[in-house]
Every structure is written in structure tokens, then in C-alpha cells.
């Protein structure tokens, strides 16, 4: 998987490097996460905790079909585990920053689109509920930067007044947030998450030699 995220980032540079930008966008986003935790030896998920996010987010697009988005996002994530007959949830809030490949289908008012890329994340809030004793809530957190892979598909409504969108996207983390040397707990405990978002961008610039925006 690591040789995934260069691989898409060499694909993407080259194209960054050479494309002409026509349309430059920023707006806000805000939603809903459902997060786990993958873990080797696994633990006892009983359910995927709602948590929810909110950010902004940087679009180019260049050409008809292709684009680039960069976003900053406040990301709650986490888990519950059910020890002994007890659920208990551990929060882990980062703020997440991806570099998507941008690719939409349709034209003018109504399109589609689909994105992926790599994301790198910071850490900066680490709380367990009261009364939590097994080992993935009392362990401390190790890592503090996380980084992996975001996929999604989207649909997006283009006015003269803005963009409006709505998505839906999957986070699979490649880092540990607890040590994974020889001898330790888990040798894998990467986050996962998957979230729905809803958001309005305003055109900086507009692509006219396509007719994409009224």
C-alpha cells in the first residue's frame, strides 16, 4: 500500500507540473464519519462510532474532465471496542489533509465526479470514556501522524452563484497509532473511516472556453 500512495503521487505531479489552470474553486465542507480501527490481533467492534467533520477545500480544474483538490479538514475519528460485556469509545481528532485527483462526468448543471489520493494527518486530540480498561484504551498513542489512502464519488450542482456538493468518501489509513515493533500489542492499528459531506464552493476563476459555469 505504501507504494501505492508514490505511485499516485508521481502520476499526479507530472500532471500538475504541465496543466494549464482554468478554474480555481474554494469553498467549505462539513458531514458525518463513521471510524474503526484495524488491528492485528483484531479487537471486538460491536459498531463504527458516529463522529463528523468539517473543513475547507482548494479546486482546480484544468481541461473538461480533470481536476486537482487539496483540502484541510478537522477529522473526528475513533473506535469502540466491547470488552466483557462493556463498549467503550476512544476519540482521535486530526487535522487531515488530502491531495485528490479530481475526474467529473456531465456537463453545465448536473455532474458527477470521482477522486482519489493520498492524505496525511496530525494528530491533535487523544481521549478514552471514563472507565475504559482494556489494552487498545490504555495503551498510549505512539504516532501522532497518520497518512493513507481517500477514495470517493461525488455529485455536484454548478449555478452562477456556486458550486454546491455532496459526497461520500473512504479513508483507509496506512500508519499505526500504536508502537508495531517485535514484542508490542497490535502489529497493525490503522485507522479506517468512511464519511458523507456536504459543501459549497465559489468559483475564483471560470473555465469559459468550455462553458462549464453559468
Known amino acids: 500500500m505504501k507504494k501505492s500512495i508514490l505511485i499516485i503521487v508521481i502520476l499526479t505531479i507530472p500532471y500538475l507540473l504541465n496543466a494549464q ?34 473543513g475547507i477545500q482548494y479546486r482546480l480544474i484544468s481541461g473538461k474532465y480533470c481536476g486537482f483538490v487539496v483540502e484541510s479538514n478537522y477529522e473526528k475519528f475513533g473506535f469502540q471496542s466491547n470488552t466483557s460485556g462493556e463498549k467503550h469509545t476512544r476519540s482521535l481528532d486530526y487535522i487531515q489533509i488530502p491531495f485528490l485527483t479530481h475526474i467529473n ?80 500489542d497490535f502489529s497493525i492499528s490503522s485507522n479506517l473511516g468512511a464519511s458523507v459531506s456536504i459543501g459549497y464552493l465559489f468559483p475564483i476563476t471560470h473555465l469559459k472556453r468550455n462553458n462549464l459555469y453559468y
Request: no cysteine; hydrophobic share 35%; proline share 5%.
Open 105 to 184: 462526468i456531465g456537463q453545465k448543471l448536473f455532474r458527477f465526479y470521482f477522486e482519489l489520493g493520498p492524505f496525511i494527518s496530525f494528530m491533535v486530540n487523544n481521549s478514552v470514556e471514563s472507565g475504559a480498561s482494556s489494552i487498545e484504551h490504555t495503551l498510549p498513542v505512539s504516532n501522532w501522524f497518520d497518512y493513507g489512502i481517500s477514495g470517493g464519488i461525488g455529485f455536484e450542482f454548478n449555478t452562477k452563484y456556486g458550486i454546491y456538493i455532496i459526497d461520500g468518501r473512504f479513508d483507509f489509513g496506512l500508519g499505526n497509532i500504536f508502537p508495531s515493533t517485535a514484542g508490542s
Open 21 to 54: 489552470f482554468d478554474s480555481h474553486s474554494v469553498g467549505i465542507k462539513g458531514g458525518i464519519n463513521w471510524t474503526s480501527l484495524r488491528t492485528s490481533p483484531t479487537i471486538s467492534q460491536p459498531t463504527w462510532p458516529l463522529q463528523y467533520h468539517i
